[in-house]
Structures are given as structure tokens and as C-alpha cells.
């Protein structure tokens, strides 16, 4: 494939995946700066990667290991954030506003997961089934189950000591 034809390829797939990215680098990233440095370091690998990929998978489920490997190898040395302490000063009503910090409590029970459950839960809020999840981490669908149940019970606890 000409190197032009390659690169426009790449960018249709990226574009109609740029949320799965941003969603990774919200999970994995605390700072708008570290956001945008993961963004570009998940994009480069994929970029580095693109012309391996063999097809012998749905290319989503392709992109999802690689951005969550990227996002692990990225956080492997960083301290696990508790907090985040952005202030939202937006004038709205009660709803609105009760939906985003609990919204914000999710997110912060979620970055205090270890690596391989952040990349789980995600995967499971994005509503991949178990079998997807499982090849995309590398663990049975049945451990991919039981990992959820954990994982719920371990984030309600979380977030009910937020409190």
C-alpha cells in the first residue's frame, strides 16, 4: 500500500475512534497536560503499530489493546491519584450538577483501581461483552466476570467512603 493511501486509512480509523481515546486518556490521566501527553503517546503507537495489524481482529478491538497498553506502559512508575481537584464553576441546576460529581466520585473510585481493572471496567462501561473484553486484556470471558463483580463491589465501597 502506497504510503499516502496508509496514512489516510490511519486517520479515517483514528478519527472514527477518537472518543475511545479521549475516554482512555480521561481514566488513565489526571491532568489536562498528562491527557494530552498520553493522547499523543497512544496515537504515536498506533501510528508505530498500524501497519502490523493483520486483520485477524475487529480493528476497534485492534486499537483498544494498543491505547490501553500505551496507557499502562505510560502510568507504570506514577503514583495512583486519589483526587481530582478541578473546580467546576458552572451556574446549573441541581440535577445537572448532583449527576457530574457523582459522575466525579465514579471517576475518582476508578483511578484507585489497578491498571488491568480500570482497563476492565472501561471496557465494560463502553458495553463490550465479556468474550471482546477478554481478548482485548488477555484473560478468560468467565475471570472477565468475576473481575466485574469485584470491581463493582470494590467501587461502591470506594465511593460510599467518599462520602
Given at each position: 500500500?502506497?504510503?499516502?493511501?496508509?496514512?489516510?486509512?490511519?486517520?479515517?480509523?483514528?478519527?472514527?475512534?477518537e472518543d475511545m481515546?479521549?475516554k482512555i486518556c480521561?481514566?488513565?490521566?489526571?491532568?489536562?497536560?498528562?491527557?494530552?501527553?498520553?493522547?499523543?503517546?497512544?496515537?504515536?503507537?498506533?501510528?508505530?503499530?498500524?501497519?502490523?495489524?493483520?486483520?485477524?481482529?475487529?480493528?476497534?478491538?485492534?486499537?483498544?489493546?494498543?491505547?490501553?497498553?500505551?496507557?499502562?506502559?505510560?502510568?507504570?512508575?506514577?503514583?495512583?491519584?486519589?483526587?481530582?481537584?478541578?473546580?467546576?464553576?458552572?451556574?446549573?441546576?441541581?440535577?445537572?450538577?448532583?449527576?457530574?460529581?457523582?459522575?466525579?466520585?465514579?471517576?475518582?473510585?476508578?483511578?484507585?483501581?489497578?491498571?488491568?481493572?480500570?482497563?476492565?471496567?472501561?471496557?465494560?462501561?463502553?458495553?463490550?461483552?465479556?468474550?471482546?473484553?477478554?481478548?482485548?486484556?488477555?484473560?478468560?470471558?468467565?475471570?472477565?466476570?468475576?473481575?466485574?463483580?469485584?470491581?463493582?463491589?470494590?467501587?461502591?465501597?470506594?465511593?460510599?467512603?467518599?462520602?
Amino acid at each position: 500500500m502506497v504510503r499516502k493511501e496508509l496514512e489516510q486509512e490511519f486517520l479515517n480509523q483514528l478519527t472514527s475512534n477518537e472518543d475511545m481515546v479521549h475516554k482512555i486518556c480521561n481514566i488513565y490521566a489526571s491532568s489536562y497536560e498528562e491527557k494530552q501527553d498520553l493522547k499523543q503517546e497512544i496515537i504515536y503507537q498506533l501510528w508505530r503499530s498500524y501497519p502490523s495489524f493483520r486483520g485477524e481482529s475487529k480493528f476497534q478491538t485492534w486499537m483498544y489493546r494498543v491505547a490501553l497498553n500505551t496507557a499502562l506502559y505510560f502510568n507504570r512508575n506514577k503514583p495512583l491519584l486519589t483526587t481530582d481537584l478541578r473546580n467546576i464553576q458552572i451556574e446549573e441546576d441541581n440535577s445537572l450538577k448532583e449527576l457530574k460529581e457523582e459522575l466525579q466520585k465514579l471517576y475518582r473510585a476508578i483511578r484507585t483501581l489497578n491498571q488491568i481493572d480500570r482497563a476492565i471496567i472501561f471496557l465494560y462501561l463502553e458495553r463490550h461483552g465479556y468474550e471482546e473484553i477478554g481478548n482485548i486484556v488477555g484473560i478468560t470471558a468467565k475471570n472477565v466476570g468475576v473481575r466485574i463483580v469485584r470491581i463493582k463491589d470494590k467501587l461502591k465501597q470506594l465511593i460510599l467512603n467518599q462520602d
